[in-house]
C-alpha cells in the first residue's frame, strides 16, 4: 500500500510504530516509513493475487466488514471517489454460532485496541474512508446510499444468513455495479464434489464459523442473492501475516479430509473469489 501525498500529517514512523504497538491487528499492511501492521493475514500478497479491479477511479465503493481497513484503503488508492466500511463494533452484534466463542475481543480493553487500528491506519495513510457502524444486514440505499462497486473479506463463513448478506448488498449497488467476494472454501468438498454446489458445516463449540462451501457452493450463493456471475477463480491460499497464531492445532479430527486440511492450514487459508453484478431479473 503506497504512503499518502506529503502534506497528510501522518506521524513520523518512530510514533507511528509505537501507535501500531498498541492496537490489535488483522490486517497486514505497510504503513508510512515502512512500517508493517501484525496482522493475522498478509492482504497485501492477497491484493496482488485475485482481480481486484486496477483502477476504480470516479466511483462509490462499498467495503463489507472493514475491520483495520485494508481493503476500503487498497480501494481508495485505486482511485475510487468514495469509499465507505461497515462493520459492528459490539462484540454481542457478531454473527456468531451459539455458544459464543470466547473471542479475543469480549473485554472493552481489547475491543478498544481492535478499533484503534482502523483509526492509526487511516490517519496514517491520510485517508477519506468513512467507516459506518452497521450490520450488513441492515444496510438500504435510505441508510448507506447506492454505490458502484461493493468488496466482502472472509466474513460470509461467519454470518448465519450469508445469502441475505449478499442480497443487502445487492440492494445498494447501482444496476450496472459489481461485487466482488472473496472468501473462505472447503478444499476437501472442492476435491470431492467437483461442479456441485456443498458446504461443510462448521459450527463447532467455541468457533466463529458457520459453514465453508466449495468452490461451485460459493458461486452458487452469490447467484441465490440474485447475481450473475462474471467470473470466479481458485482456490488459492491467503497467506498469514506475523500476527497469525498456527492454525493447525485447532483442525479437530471430526472434519473430513482431516490430514488434507492440516497440510493446507500450515500454508495459508484457502480461498475463491468471484466478480458478479446484480441480475437484471432481481427485484
Known sequence: MRSPDPGTGAAPAGD???????ARWYHGMTLPGGVVTPGDYD?????????????????????????DGFWAFEMERRGAAEVVGIDVEDPGLLDFPLPRPAIEGESRENLDRRNLAFAVAHRALGS?????LISVYDITPEEVGEFDFAFIGTILLHLRNPVDALAAVRGVLRRDGRLMSNDGISVPLTLLRRGEPAAEVVMQ???????????????????????QVECAGGPYLMRYGAGWQHPAARVTPRQPGIMLQRLVLRRGAPHSWVIAHPHPQAP
Open 128 to 132: 477519506r474512508v468513512e467507516r459506518r
Open 16 to 22: 507511528l510504530a509505537a501507535e501500531v504497538a498498541r
Open 43 to 67: 492482504l497485501e500478497d492477497t491484493a496482488r493475487r485475485i482481480p481486484l479491479p486496477d483502477s476504480l477511479a470516479g466511483k462509490r465503493c462499498l467495503d463489507v466488514g472493514t475491520r
Open 205 to 227: 463449540p467455541g468457533r466463529p464459523f458457520w459453514y465453508l462451501p466449495n468452490l461451485a457452493g460459493r458461486r452458487r450463493m452469490v447467484e441465490a442473492a440474485g447475481f
